[in-house]
């Protein structure tokens, strides 16, 4: 026949006959299975509701589990060939050894996301490679009611069989295969591809009939084409095993620890059969799972990365959004993470694993070096919407200057087929190519798959090095990252954020627990400090491992599926429970800590004592409610003060508020409302300037159609729909103590809405204080203020620092940065004068020709129908500056807003202590003190600070209390420097947003 008559398509049928040759049942299995509605344990997997199974008989609803048992003997007619089993529970299922630990994973499905990846799923469970007849198989599997997503399956036995494995029909399948890809990746043109289409020309002839002979011809003529070697390659391709393990989404946590066993187990499994195999899985938490739950998989994990095929990735406790997450919390993450892999494996961990997470913060680069990662992994920038991320190899630099050289995998993929087709692309679209000749390569199956299977590991062996294709080996990926680091001086840098053009609804989706984590971040930070002050001072042990624990739960709930608010709502409602939980613990804690401090103050002068605690560094003098009145309580920095309830302001005396229902007014500012109740005006009065754009309305409420979307994304022409502005029902006007009040309550759809406008006696901040009973469906709530400030930057707090993004959309760049990410507060500002929102719980915001616009609440009925159909409570706010918001401060009110003064009524008043103290101070301005926390490894303190404002400081860092020595140290705590103190002063040297750590030994 012609070279240009044969196409690859002629020989599927061929590939199809191939493949279902390869097993043939011989026998069928028994089937009894015991069902339950959560997972048991081995020792008591006959509690549940027994059933006997057939194939198409139904098992189980969804989520439901059960452990199943397989039994049967080996028919005598199989003696000396290769037996298997053939198992699809229509699930998840673990088959596990006689003393009930993991053995291997089998999944109905590999991906409905890329078909392209393989089906089905693994179901082989090998037996005997030369049976001898009359083996009795008896097996027992745990069993989730569940696919690789969540989804549900019918929940019937779909196949139990003993049958026989024609290993050289399996092997003539994989020849097939890989040549007919590679002939399908090659031109036309190419001698290559016209010698490959007339080998598989000539075997379809040979295999007319499927028999032992030709089975052996075929694969013989085929072998030609497969020993053909490539000559001096362009690019290697580094490839490694991975199993992307979500540790929540479209199912509980409780499901990923099995997917996780399911999945460990498998890689052990093809480790035994493919020696070159090296895998690779990153997060401690899914380790740690597995060690309590699953001793004996663990160890053996153990002893494979002790042989160096097994590798630990990833320097964080899980995989976390790097948006939400507050920077003490990625430190921690970081530093858990490292610890716990040295401590368990002897493994300094030097690279970030994060191919999934949605958006990189400029923060990460220092953190990353100043805790001993080099390197970092990732891919979804693939995912952008408009704009094609123009590096696969590049240094990140941070906002402070710190660089990591960056990979993110060609193939735009952590769930490569190790195909053909896999290699071409790398080869082709690998954009720095022109600079390096490495690239990586992730194959395998995750988040239940099993990771790789046979068929990844049949086409690695036939694609080591074949002509038409780039060579690839398989190896640890911090063997690559070193390699790639020879080529260091040729690669481009990116600086600031990794914004991904995705998922930007997930700055506001599962708005709870986005509260409850940012609360936890603060409470945490106040109970370390009153945890250290209670140990030095009342010799109150330290509750580390208590503290360690709970670190580690919330840590767990920033995964990358958890905070972003993108699970099921089963994952939610877990959640947030144990949030409830560990808040109570945690306040808990910061109370007791308190109190004996309380208790030891010397307070004989005193009728009836309060004791205000300020865990910021810098004096605080703010309004606090006693039983007779308000009175200004002004607490040190880092410290304390007792004051004397008797010494409250009366109402009378706040003669300068005023509050009507056209609006609220006190020395500083006037907030104007019109007869809807909008706010018509908002007037600086010690600038004279009016802060709203002529003729528009600030603090619009708009309910927008968000159908179309999901937890991830809302629809980019949202403000183009049909939108409603809210009007408030009710309206009232009133002064609360130093406070001037307008109470606004909204009803709207099935939804309530009561909002306090505020302003405190000398201040110029306006308060929103928000409670929302939200009960919409394919809705979002926005409030915006059109400013009459002229920049074409807005500053957001993000971790340690701030970024100055573009408030045009003069590049398709800047129109796909649409929805920013700001922490405590968001800023625009002109040369002198600006204006900055600042928030308690909220992430989303939109800034554009002056509007500053925060995302409030949303309701994507995907994937929890029910997402955010609650009692909601928040406080945005709205403060005018002089100057830019570095020479405003605004760090501090945002700090302020997020950490309120804590009051203790002390039990005795013969302690010791002064009255009023402070423990630690900064003599500059724009340095913060982010934690003061017992050191991991021994007694002393560790003191974390950073540089605010983007510019360089000489600080003095003074320390009230007796100390051995100070010491400067890395993220991880590690000593780099002894440094020299002077009565109690240490000086300090910062760059720009630079982060500190600082160990005072004790």
């Known amino acids: ?83 298997v089993l053939l198992i699809d529970v229509n699930g998840e299922l673990c088959v596990v050894d006689a003393d009930g630990s993991p053995y291997q994973g089998l999944t109905n499905i590999n991906s409905e996301y890329d078909y392209a990846l393989g089906l089905p799923g693994k179901r082989v469970v090998y037996v005997a490679e030369q049976a001898k007849g009359g083996e009795r198989i008896d097996l027992w599997g745990d069993a989730g009611c569940n696919d690789l997503f969540g989804r549900y399956r019918s929940g019937k036995l779909k196949e139990a069989l003993i049958a026989v494995c024609l290993e050289e029909n399996k092997q003539l399948y994989y020849d097939l295969e890989v040549l007919m890809e590679l002939a399908d990746q090659l031109s036309n ?131 976390p959004d790097s948006n939400v997450a507050g920077g003490e919390a990625l430190v921690r993450q970081i530093l858990y993470g490292k610890r716990y892999f040295k401590q368990e494996f002897g493994i300094d961990v030097r690279m970030l694993w994060v191919p999934d997470i949605f958006g990189y913060s400029a923060s990460l680069p220092q ?48 769930n490569s087929p190790s195909a053909p087709r896999s290699l071409v692309k790398i080869e082709k679209e690998y954009h720095d190519s022109g600079v390096s000749d490495r690239a990586l390569m992730l194959f395998g199956i995750g ?54 053009e995705k998922h930007q609804g997930t700055l506001t989706t599962q708005a709870r627990n986005k509260k409850f984590n940012r609360r936890l971040e603060k409470s945490l930070r106040e109970w370390e400090f009153a945890a250290s002050f209670a140990s030095r001072a009342c010799a109150v042990p330290y509750p580390k491992q208590e503290l360690e624990e709970i670190w580690k739960e919330v840590l767990l709930y920033q995964f990358h599926d958890i905070l972003p608010g993108s699970s099921i709502g089963r994952v939610y409602d877990e959640s947030l429970a144990r949030y409830e939980e560990i808040t109570k613990t945690v306040e808990k804690g910061i109370e007791v800590a308190y109190g004996e401090i309380a208790n030891n103050l010397n307070l004989s002068d005193y009728r009836d004592p309060v004791v205000y605690f300020n865990s910021l560094p810098w004096e605080r003098a703010e309004w606090v409610q006693l039983k007779k009145g308000w009175m200004k309580a002004v607490v040190p920095s880092m410290g304390y003060c007792a004051v004397e309830p008797e010494e409250v302001v009366g109402v009378t005396e706040f003669v300068q508020l ?43 409420l708009v309910l927008f159609d968000d159908r179309g979307g999901d937890a991830w994304d809302f629809p980019g022409d949202y403000r183009e729909r049909a939108s409603i502005e809210l009007q408030p029902a009710s309206t009232q006007a009133y002064i609360d103590g130093p406070y001037a009040v307008v109470e606004q309550h909204y009803v709207f759809g099935n939804s309530e809405l009561t909002q306090r406008v505020k302003l405190s006696s000398e201040s110029r901040q306006i308060v929103f204080e928000t409670r929302v009973d939200w009960q919409e469906s394919d809705k979002m709530l926005r409030s915006s203020f059109p400013l009459a400030i002229a920049t074409d930057l807005v500053t957001s707090e993000i971790q340690f620092g701030s970024i100055k993004r573009p408030t045009h959309r ?34 989303g915001h939109r800034v554009e020709n002056g509007v500053l616009d925060i995302n409030l609440l949303r309701s994507p009925a995907y994937p929890d129908p029910l997402a955010d159909r609650a009692v909601h409570e928040f406080v945005y706010s709205i403060l005018p500056h002089a100057g830019s918001c570095a020479e405003a401060l605004v760090y501090k009110d945002g700090y302020e807003l997020n950490t309120p003064l804590r009051s203790v009524k002390p039990a005795s008043k013969s302690g010791t202590m002064a009255a009023s103290d402070s423990l630690y101070k900064v003599d500059h301005p724009h340095i913060m003190i982010e934690a003061v926390k017992q050191a991991e490894d021994d007694h002393s303190l560790i003191i974390r600070l950073y540089e605010t ?30 440094l020299e103190s002077d009565n109690g002063a240490v000086r300090l040297r910062f760059s720009a947003f630079e982060i500190k750590t600082i160990r005072i030994v004790m």
């Open 1 to 83: 026949m012609p070279y240009e008559s044969l196409t690859v398509e002629r020989f599927h049928s061929l590939k199809d006959r191939i493949e279902q040759s390869i097993y043939q049942p011989i026998e069928s299995l028994s089937v009894q299975a015991w069902v339950t509605k959560e997972p048991v344990p081995y020792e008591e997997r006959t509690s549940g509701k027994a059933i006997t199974l057939n194939p198409g008989d139904p098992w189980g609803e969804l989520w439901d589990c059960a452990w199943f048992h397989f039994q049967g003997i080996v028919p005598a007619a199989a003696a000396g060939q290769s037996v």
């Open 189 to 319: 043109e190419s001698s290559r591809k016209k010698q490959i289409l007339q080998a598989l020309f000539e075997v379809s002839h040979v295999l007319m009939d499927i028999t032992p002979e030709s089975v052996g011809a075929a694969r013989h003529r085929l072998s030609v084409e497969l020993k053909k070697r490539g000559g001096d390659p362009t690019i290697r391709v580094s490839a490694i095993g991975h199993a992307h393990m979500d540790l929540a989404w479209l199912w509980p946590i409780r499901e990923t620890i099995r997917k996780g066993a399911r999945t460990f187990a498998t890689a052990l499994r093809m480790m035994e059969k493919y020696p070159d195999y090296v895998f690779g899985a990153s997060q401690p938490q899914l380790y740690e799972w597995i060690k309590q739950h699953y001793p004996a998989l663990f160890e053996s994990v153990k002893q494979r990365i002790k042989e160096g095929r097994w590798e630990v990735q990833g320097a964080m406790w899980v995989e």
């Open 367 to 414: 953190l990353l070096k100043k805790s001993g990662v080099d390197y970092m992994v990732t891919q979804k920038l693939s995912w952008n919407m408009y704009n094609d991320y123009p590096h696969h190899t590049f240094f990140w630099e941070g906002l402070d200057g710190s660089k990591v050289l960056t990979h993110l995998p060609p193939e735009d993929t952590y």
């Open 447 to 500: 988040d239940g798959g099993g990771g790789p299977g046979e068929e990844h590991l049949e086409r690695l062996k036939r694609e080591k090095n074949l002509l038409g294709l780039p060579p690839v080996e398989q190896e640890p990926s911090i063997d690559f990252l070193d390699k790639l680091q020879e080529g260091a001086s040729h690669y481009k840098t990116w600086k600031g954020e990794l914004y991904l």
């Open 658 to 700: 005023k509050a009507s229902s056209e609006g609220i007014e006190n020395e500083e500012i006037r907030v104007v409302l019109n007869e809807a109740g909008v706010i018509v005006s908002l007037f600086d009065k010690r600038e004279g300037r009016e802060l709203l754009q002529g003729g528009r309305t600030g603090n619009n």
């Open 810 to 843: 003069n590049t398709s760049w800047d129109t796909a940065r649409d929805e920013i990410c700001a922490h405590h507060w968001i800023d625009v500002s002109e040369s002198r004068y600006g204006v900055t929102m600042l928030n308690d719980s909220k992430y």
């Open 949 to 978: 404002s983007g510019g360089q400081a000489n600080v003095n860092l003074q320390v009230a209390h007796p100390y051995l020595s100070i010491e400067e140290t890395n993220l991880m705590e590690e000593t780099i420097a002894s």
